[in-house]
């Protein structure tokens, strides 16, 4: 506020005999301030909820609603932290997640791998077609492929376990990460695989000793944004699991909604759990994620 | 399909721009093992769709001119009943209306949202450090997974909560006000929070749009004396024309589908307040059991996907 005040002041104060530059220096100034004014109010939209969230995760339950609202209070203790990694059922919940994430990764990057090669390295009768079809299966809703499946996987036997949450979750990896991989390997020079070709190497060892390791910036662009969207799923895993022992982190939390009384600094504590994996990722493969991001949306 | 040509300079970024490859066709003996070598790759792939996609949109077209599927053993062809009863249930035209309000202010706000702080974030008077911290804050809502997003902001627009103390203290708010489970002001709060979690996806193709705008185009604007607010009308704006509208769309498909977040804040309430196309049709069949009815309501949603979808592919391919 004090620096506004001072700039406003110093606009407007008269100033005989300016040098010609100082105008603008000082307008810039203004400019700047005005910017970074602006930011901070944006910042506080965006940042205070996640803030609360943090601070609430290590309150007491009888301190989140106190009147008036405090970021650090008396109770400020671990116990939330505490009491799920003391609790096997809520541990049960990110272990469920992390092994549904990272199944459906990795057989994400297998499957699409594979198909962006043919893509990318060979031209073949309908190879359009099976383009738009890899290409529109983006538009069909999930909540419209929910009944199907729903009926698909009690009638497999899958209904309740890892296997029907991969499978299903797959409908929505796959054709985004066949775009990335196949716009990925369509970036790399064809004479590498040309000259192991000539040597009388298959067409997979040319994909796994050539391509494969020279695409591995592409496939961390594929597999981290593959792992979010499994991670953050809730429609599957709400209607393809029934038991709490087979429920993931979004519904777990959800689950802590339900029971008895709101344990709001434990929802609190697990949401913190729960955006840590993605937040990890975020901060280490930043470059990667907005590269797949905007990858994604440039095409569907 | 119209075939789409690569624009020169630029590695092609989608499947569909796939250059032409020469047809590798070096030892002639192995010419059937050639030819089936793209579909022995593709073959996971096809499998998975086929069982993941085809087979399960036939299934449920199927299903919506039945009656009485999945629940009972002996089922009867209906004809379009199912569809007569979803389309004349006054609550589906209200989750229509809702799912409009709900998409229309959100990708209207993601936009402005996200234009304004992509403006902000791609000032030159910003040190690196600093820009790359504010982008970092900004970004974070749509770093949560919606359920998250749920619970964090049922417990700030709690009647007790933080939001209405701090209104309070401002005096724009009198007392407890029940965000969530006031009629009025349901739907118009589960639209504010797709919002808040949503603008950073605009904002962050934005940013990179606006870093891809020549300089020169602002120096000759400058030349030809326009002021800031002129060379946003007549340079920014038609330079993101393209990203605009395809974000626009992609939000639009994405939004009308989001049922996570109404889900776990209002269940589609108070009364159908806040009811969507997806919460209306997830409840036909997990709550009221009626998985024909949810069929034919599950065609009319795809349906209007397609619709959008088809917009869609039509704008990339003009951009091409």
């Known amino acids: 506020m004090a620096v506004l005040d001072r700039a406003a002041t110093g606009a407007a104060a008269p100033a005989p005999q300016r040098r010609p530059g100082a105008t603008r220096r000082r307008q810039e100034r203004s400019h700047r301030i005005l910017v970074l004014g602006g930011l901070l109010v944006g910042a506080c939209f965006a940042g205070l909820p996640v803030l609360w969230m943090l601070s609430s995760s290590f309150k007491a339950n009888s301190e989140i609603f106190q009147s008036p609202p405090r970021l650090v209070t008396e109770g400020f203790s671990l116990a939330a932290y505490t009491s799920i990694f003391s609790d096997p059922t809520k541990l049960r919940f990110f272990v469920n997640s992390y092994v549904v994430a990272i199944a459906v990764t990795l057989l994400t990057l297998l499957v699409s791998l594979l198909a962006a090669y043919a893509f990318s390295r060979y031209e073949f009768p309908f190879k359009r077609s099976l383009n738009v079809v890899v290409i529109s299966v983006q538009a069909v809703p999930p909540i419209t492929l929910l009944i199907p499946y729903f009926g698909l996987v009690v009638g497999l036997g899958l209904y309740n376990t890892y296997p029907g949450l991969v499978l299903t979750y797959l409908v929505f990896t796959l054709p985004y990460a066949i775009i990335m991989m196949t716009g990925y390997l369509n970036t790399l020079p064809r004479e590498l695989d040309e000259a192991v070709k000539m040597d009388g190497a298959g067409p997979l060892t040319t994909l796994w000793r050539i391509l494969v390791p020279i695409s591995v910036p592409g496939m961390v662009s594929v597999g981290v944004y593959t792992f979010m969207l499994a991670w953050n799923e809730y429609l599957f895993a709400l209607t393809l699991t029934r038991t709490t022992d087979m429920r993931t982190v979004p519904i777990g939390i959800q689950l802590l909604m339900g029971q008895h009384s709101y344990e709001w600094n434990e929802m609190m504590a697990m949401s913190v759990l729960g955006a840590i994996p993605v937040l990890l990722l975020f901060a280490f493969f930043q470059r990667f994620f907005m590269g797949g991001m905007t990858a994604g949306a440039v095409k569907i | ?320």
């Open chain 2, 1 to 320: 399909m119209s075939q789409s040509t690569v624009p020169k300079g630029r590695a092609p970024v989608g499947a569909g721009d796939v250059p032409p490859t020469p047809v590798l066709r070096r030892r002639g003996s192995a010419g059937l093992g050639r030819r089936a070598t793209p579909y022995a790759f593709l073959s996971p792939t096809l499998v998975l769709i086929a069982v993941l996609m085809a087979a399960p949109v036939v299934l449920v077209v199927g299903y919506s001119f039945f009656d009485r599927v999945i629940t009972a053993r002996q089922s009867q062809f209906v004809g379009l009943d199912n569809y007569l009863q979803v389309l004349t249930d006054p609550v589906f035209t209200r989750a229509l209306e809702n799912t409009g309000f709900f998409v229309g202010a959100s990708v209207l706000a993601h936009f402005a949202l996200g234009l304004a702080f992509a403006l902000l974030l791609n000032s030159p008077l910003l040190a690196g450090r600093v820009r790359a911290l504010f982008r970092l804050v900004y970004i974070l809502p749509w770093l949560f997974t919606t359920a998250i997003t749920a619970v964090l902001w049922r417990m700030l627009l709690n009647p007790n909560g933080v939001v209405n103390y701090g209104l309070g203290a401002l005096g724009a708010v009198d007392g407890q006000v029940e965000w969530l489970s006031d009629p009025r002001l349901a739907l118009p709060t589960v639209t504010f929070i797709n919002i808040w979690s949503g603008y950073p996806f605009f904002m962050v193709s934005l940013l990179a749009g606006l870093q891809g705008i020549p300089k020169d185009l602002y120096e000759a604007a400058r030349v030809d004396g326009a002021s800031a607010w002129q060379q946003f009308r007549s340079v920014t704006l038609p330079q993101l024309r393209p990203i605009i509208i395809s974000m626009a769309l992609l939000d639009v498909i994405w939004t009308s589908q989001q049922f996570a977040l109404i889900w776990m804040t209002t269940g589609g309430g108070p009364v159908d307040a806040t009811e969507m196309l997806s919460t209306y049709t997830y409840k036909l069949p997990f709550a009221d059991f009626d998985f024909a009815v949810a069929s034919a309501s599950a065609v009319v949603v795809l349906a209007l996907s397609l619709v959008l979808a088809v917009l869609y592919v039509r704008h990339q391919k003009a951009r091409d």
